[in-house]
C-alpha cells in the first residue's frame, strides 16, 4: 500500500504564486503534517514566514473552504488565536483555484507539540470552550456534511472493510476473526449512536464546530495552546461532538509502534482535567453532556474505520491489528461510562 505524501510540482509552485504578493522566497521546504493527501510547503521571505497549502480532495469545493476562511477571520476579529489567512495580489480573495485544486497561504506559525500534562489537557479544553463561546455570533453556516455520529459513511466503511484489507498480510488465515469483530464493532457503533439519541443529541444546541480537536491540531507553548490549526473540518453541528472528540484525543493513550502494545485503558485524569477546562468557558445541558462518553465511542471506531475502509490500513499500521486495538479501548471505555457520566454530570 501506497502511503507516500503528495508533493507540489515546481510549476504548480510558481503558478499559485504568482497570485500572491509575498516579495522574494528566500527559501522553501516540505512541510509535512497533517493528511498526506494535502501537501504544505513553507515559504520564508523578509516580511516572514508562509504556508502554502493544497486542500485534500473532498475537501477543497471552493464555498467550503470561503466558509472557513470567513471563520478565521472572525475568531482573529475576536482575538482567538489562529493563523492569518492570506488575501491574493488583487485582495479579492483568499484562495486559489488552479487545475481544479483549491491552495490557501497562512502565516506560519511556530509551537510546540502537546506534552501530554494535565496543565496542557486543561487548557485544551478551556481553549474549546473559548472557541464555542467565540463563534456564537458567527451567522455563516456549512451544513453539507455529517460527523463522526449516526454516520451511513462509517457503516459502509465497516461494511466494505472485510473486502478492503483481503490479502493483507495481517488478515491471512484470520479472515473469519475480521469478520467477526468487524461485525461487532458495527453493532456498538449502532448502540451507541441509539444511546446518544435517546440521550438527547438530536435536541441539543447546534453551533460551527471545529470537528477535529485533537493535539496534532494545535501547537502549545509550555502548556498553554498557542494556536489552533486546521479548520478544513469546520461545519455546523451539535457543540458536544467537538467536546466528546477532545475528551477521546487527549485521553487516549497510545504505547510503541506496534498497535498490539497499546494499553485498553485511557488516562482518565487527563480526561477529566480537559472537561474541567472546558466547563469552566462553557456549561452544557444535561442533553449535550448524557450522550457524551456514547459520542466517543462512535468518534473512536470512526477515526479508524475511514482510513482503513479506504487502504485496508491506518497509516503505516495494518488495520487489523489497529482494529483489535480500538475493540479492546471501546470496551474499556463501555465499562468507564458509569463513571465518566457521573463526573460529566455532577
Known amino acids: 500500500m501506497n502511503h507516500e505524501r503528495e508533493r507540489f510540482t515546481a510549476t504548480e509552485v510558481a503558478v499559485v504564486l504568482s497570485h500572491f504578493d509575498l ?23 523578509a516580511q516572514g514566514g508562509y504556508l502554502l497549502k493544497r486542500r485534500a480532495s473532498g475537501r477543497d469545493d471552493p464555498a467550503r473552504v470561503a466558509f472557513a476562511h470567513a471563520l478565521l477571520n472572525h475568531l482573529r476579529a475576536k482575538r482567538f488565536s ?11 480573495d483568499t484562495m486559489v483555484v488552479h487545475n481544479d485544486r483549491t491552495y490557501e497561504m497562512f502565516e506560519f506559525v511556530r509551537g510546540d507539540a502537546f506534552d501530554g500534562s494535565l496543565e496542557a489537557a486543561t487548557h485544551a479544553g478551556r481553549t474549546l470552550g473559548r472557541y464555542h463561546a467565540a463563534v456564537r455570533d458567527f451567522s455563516e453556516e ?17 461494511n466494505s472493510i472485510p473486502t478492503t484489507t483481503a490479502g493483507h498480510d495481517s488478515v491471512l488465515g484470520r479472515e473469519a476473526e475480521m469478520l467477526t469483530m468487524v461485525q461487532q464493532l458495527h453493532e ?12 438527547g443529541i438530536d435536541e441539543a444546541p447546534r ?6 480537536w485533537h493535539p496534532g491540531n494545535m501547537l502549545f507553548r509550555g502548556a498553554r495552546v498557542a494556536v489552533v490549526l486546521d479548520f478544513d473540518s469546520a461545519r455546523t453541528a451539535e457543540r458536544a461532538i467537538d467536546v466528546a472528540n477532545g475528551l477521546l484525543q487527549f485521553s487516549i493513550i497510545r504505547g510503541s509502534g506496534d498497535p498490539a502494545q497499546w494499553p485498553a485503558f ?7 482535567r480537559f472537561f474541567i477546562g472546558y466547563a469552566s468557558k462553557i456549561k452544557l445541558a444535561a442533553n449535550e453532556l448524557a450522550p457524551i462518553p456514547h459520542l466517543m465511542i462512535e468518534s473512536l471506531i470512526a477515526e479508524s474505520v475511514v482510513p482503513i475502509a479506504a487502504t485496508g490500513s491506518l497509516g503505516p499500521l495494518p488495520g487489523f491489528t489497529v482494529l483489535q486495538m480500538v475493540k479492546r479501548k471501546v470496551q474499556w471505555l463501555l465499562g468507564a461510562t458509569p463513571q465518566i457520566r457521573s463526573w460529566l454530570l455532577e
Not at 23 to 45: C, H, M, Q
Open 23 to 45: 516579495g522574494p522566497i528566500l527559501a522553501a521546504y516540505e512541510f509535512p503534517r497533517g493528511s498526506r493527501r494535502s501537501p504544505k510547503l513553507i515559504l520564508k521571505t
Open 82 to 92: 489562529v493563523p492569518a489567512v492570506m488575501p491574493t495580489r488583487d485582495g479579492g
Open 142 to 158: 456549512w451544513i453539507g456534511l455529517g460527523t463522526f455520529h449516526d454516520s451511513q459513511g462509517v457503516r459502509n466503511g465497516l
Open 188 to 199: 456498538q457503533y449502532d448502540e451507541s449512536a441509539a444511546a446518544a439519541r435517546r440521550d
Open 207 to 212: 453551533s460551527v464546530i471545529h470537528c477535529d
Open 266 to 272: 485511557f488516562d482518565e485524569a487527563r480526561m477529566r
